[in-house]
């Protein structure tokens, strides 16, 4: 069936690194853009960044541009969201989601705290 | 402040209908495609409407969306307590900050 399984989260200091990874399954994982998209706790849905089915097209939220990098590895099935200089606002539930967000994952949690 | 703007909260009684509306722009709303995401508590959120009116396959016709100008609609009929959960509106922004925009999100009681 068609699942996306994030993973990669975890407790990292201000300032630190974090790497997300979203294994897809089920699907043509090539044929279709993706998102990532964050839940901070008690707050509403944030959409951090897309990358479209080739890699070619990126976008990002202001709120991540030049500390976070998508990419993706279509031979791998695999989505990436490498987040750098982090910051207590950037605690939250990730989600990647598939196209125009037919699809999430269950989410993996980062905390940013000292 | 969400570029798209729901109203934090509605209710109604089982057997009810409720409507849930999002303002947006012409650079959002306007423009684009709107989706509709159901939040169940404690869990991802579900795609419930794409293309402003469509519903993917396994969503009953309980649920609706409709777009008019820079505003969207989700209406859900025959209320139940299982459709208690927070529901978002989402779409594309075409402005200088160019990315996908959610609303704030509806809580929905089931009174």
């Known amino acids: 069936q068609v699942q996306l399984v994030e993973s990669g989260g975890g407790l990292v200091k201000p300032g630190g690194s974090l790497r997300l990874s979203c294994a897809a399954s089920?699907?043509?994982?090539?044929?279709?853009?993706m998102s990532w998209i964050r839940q901070a706790p008690g707050k509403g849905l944030e959409w951090v960044s897309y990358?479209?089915?080739?890699?070619?097209?990126?976008y990002y939220a202001d709120s991540v541009k030049g500390r976070f990098t998508i990419s993706r590895d279509n031979a791998k099935n695999s989505l990436y969201l490498q987040m750098n200089s982090l910051r207590a606002e950037d605690t939250a539930v990730y989600y990647c989601?598939?196209?125009?967000?037919?699809?999430w994952g269950k989410g993996t949690t980062v905390t940013v705290s000292s | 402040q969400s570029v798209l703007t729901q109203p934090p909260s509605v209710s109604a009684a089982p057997g009810q209908k409720v409507t849930i509306s999002c303002s947006g722009s012409?650079?959002?709303?306007?423009?684009?495609?709107v989706s509709w995401y159901q939040q169940l508590p404690g869990t991802a959120p579900k795609l419930l409407i794409y293309?402003?009116?469509k519903r993917p396959s396994g969503i009953p016709d309980r649920f609706s969306g409709s777009k008019s100008g820079t505003s969207a609609t989700l209406g859900i009929t025959g209320l139940q307590t299982g459709d208690e959960a927070d529901y978002y509106c989402g779409t594309w922004d075409s402005s200088l900050s160019e990315g996908w925009v959610f609303g704030g999100g509806t809580k929905l009681t089931v009174l």
């Open positions: 012409s650079s959002n709303i306007g423009n684009n495609y």
């Open positions: 990358i479209s089915s080739s890699g070619s097209t990126i």
């Open positions: 089920g699907f043509t994982f090539s044929d279709y853009y």
């Open positions: 293309d402003n009116n």
């Open positions: 989601a598939r196209d125009y967000m037919d699809v």
